[in-house]
T-cell receptor, first 116, second 114 residues
Framework: GAVVSQHPSRVICKSGTSVKIECRSL??????MFWYRQFPKQSLMLMAT?????????EQGVEKDKFLINHASLTLSTLTVTSAHPEDSSFYIC????????????FGPGTRLTVT | AQSVAQPEDQVNVAEGNPLTVKCTYS??????LFWYVQYPNRGLQFLLK??????LVKGSYGFEAEFNKSQTSFHLKKPSALVSDSALYFC????????????FGAGTRLFVKA
């Protein structure tokens, strides 16, 4: 099946710094990628949807300037958490689609962000 | 609006016994339903989906799910549970309104005891 990778798998950063998380589709071209956030023992919350070459669409309540999403190519999307704070600590998961008619989303393994 | 409910936070079952993880949904139009499994500190893995056709859907690792339109349910089942099935299970519905979106249930933690 299709594989989605994320890097890094874990990151610890200091409050006030920025951290970038990469999401790659390894064996297919992803026209659309999604970024989710998951709090402990909770479900996935969709943060934003990104299409290659265009601006991301953010869900209500998600700060665009804080969570910068770039979908520069058909195989790479990045999420940058700017000026991170401890409350940004979470598990971030990306997901990819080959096209909007596809029934299946392929999920990355997730990135655990800890802000100290 | 589309929604998914998983009424049980946790399900406990003994190894070798059948298991059921419940899911009910609310959609406008035809439902596109999914089950995913998540192991600790990992992303979601696809188990199975219902788009159309037979109400009993077979998926990965011996899991199956039964689509029941009258009860708006899509319960996940397995005839004989394994300890390795212990994980977090999410039911999800595809929302096509206003663009592509997947709505996830709150998740059900499955514990299989040896």
């Amino acid at each position: 099946g299709a594989v989605v990778s994320q890097h890094p798998s874990r990151v610890i950063c200091k409050s006030g710094t920025s951290v970038k998380i990469e999401c790659r589709s390894l064996d297919f071209q992803a026209t659309t990628m999604f970024w989710y956030r998951q709090f402990p023992k909770q479900s996935l919350m969709l943060m934003a949807t990104s299409n290659e070459g265009s601006k991301a669409t953010y869900e209500q309540g998600v700060e665009k300037d804080k969570f910068l999403i770039n979908h520069a190519s058909l195989t790479l999307s990045t999420l940058t958490v700017t000026s991170a704070h401890p409350e940004d600590s979470s598990f971030y998961i990306c997901s990819a689609l080959t096209d909007l008619t596809s029934y299946e989303q392929y999920f990355g393994p997730g990135t655990r962000l800890t802000v100290t | 609006a589309q929604s998914v409910a998983q009424p049980e936070d946790q399900v406990n079952v003994a190894e070798g016994n059948p298991l059921t993880v419940k899911c009910t949904y609310s959609v406008s139009g035809n439902p596109y339903l999914f089950w995913y499994v998540q192991y600790p500190n990992r992303g979601l893995q696809f188990l199975l989906k219902y788009i159309t056709g037979d109400n009993l859907v077979k998926g990965s690792y011996g899991f199956e799910a039964e689509f029941n339109k009258s009860q708006t349910s899509f319960h996940l089942k397995k005839p004989s549970a394994l300890v390795s099935d212990s994980a977090l299970y999410f039911c999800a519905v595809r929302d096509w309104t206003g663009g592509f979106k997947t709505i996830f249930g709150a998740g059900t933690r499955l514990f299989v005891k040896a």
